[in-house]
Each structure stands twice: as C-alpha cells, then as structure tokens.
C-alpha cells in the first residue's frame, strides 16, 4: 500500500518526459514492493509471488489514483465537464490528417462520452497493473537468495 501511494503521488508530479516516468514509476512500484517485503519479512519471494504482491501494488495504485481522478474530474464538472477538457485537448494537440470532427462528435454524445470513460479506464487498469507485475517479478529474480 505504501508502495502504492508513492507512486501515485510521484505520478502527479508533471515531469519532463511523462510517459516515461509513468512506466519508470510503476515499474518500481512493483520492485519496491517486493523489497519492502523481503525486508521486513526477511524471507525472499518466488517469481510468481512477486508478480502477485506487483499486481496488488499495480490495483491499488490504480484506486488511488482513480479516486485523484474522481475528484479532479467533480471539479471539473463545474467548469463545462470532462468533455470539454477532452474537446479542447483533442483541439490544441491535434496532429495532420486526423478527422478532428468526428472525435469531437463522439465526446458530444452520452453514450460515445461513456465508452471513452470506460476503454480508458479498461487500458489504464491494465497499464497500472501489468507494469508493477513486471516490477515485482523483476524485484522477486534480484533479490532471490541463492
């Protein structure tokens, strides 16, 4: 959990190279997970408890952080909503060729809004959870004791 909240605060700062830093965090969420543990337990982890002690990381990092954006998100609902958040990013980052107009069309619809939430939220899990995983398993080969 502790593991989890660290990473959830260092994911806020704005960092140069964000994308970057987003995989870089998670994936020593997992390892630092996995040390904090063999530290404290003294006993070190299999490969595939490791994964498993990185996949509970990665689902807390991912509440933690879906309750940050929960609450950015009500703030927002004030100021036009999440879909004109959307709408302007699409709008100032939009690259040659893409069809701006029909992205801006389904961010106007209820249902096209819903299933935009929802598919992000579908890969950000699998982004926060597969990472520390990796972390973990990698944490778990290091400090394995021969």
Known sequence: MLAAAVTSLLMMVPWPLAP???????????????????RRTGEALSMRSGVRLGWLTGVFCFLITLILTVSTALALASSGGL????????????????????????????????????????????????????GGALGAKVLEKE
Do not use: C, H
């Not at 970057?20 to 543990?37: C, I």
């Open 20 to 38: 970057f830093f987003l995989v870089v965090w998670l994936l020593a969420a997992g390892f630092s997970a996995v040390y904090a543990y063999n």
């Open 83 to 134: 879909a004109s958040l959307w709408r302007k990013q699409i709008q100032e980052n939009a690259q040659p060729g893409l069809n701006v107009e029909q992205m801006l069309e389904v961010l106007d619809s209820p249902m096209g809004l819903s299933l935009v939430v929802i598919f992000s939220l579908g890969l950000l899990f699998l982004l926060f959870t597969t990472l520390p995983m990796i």
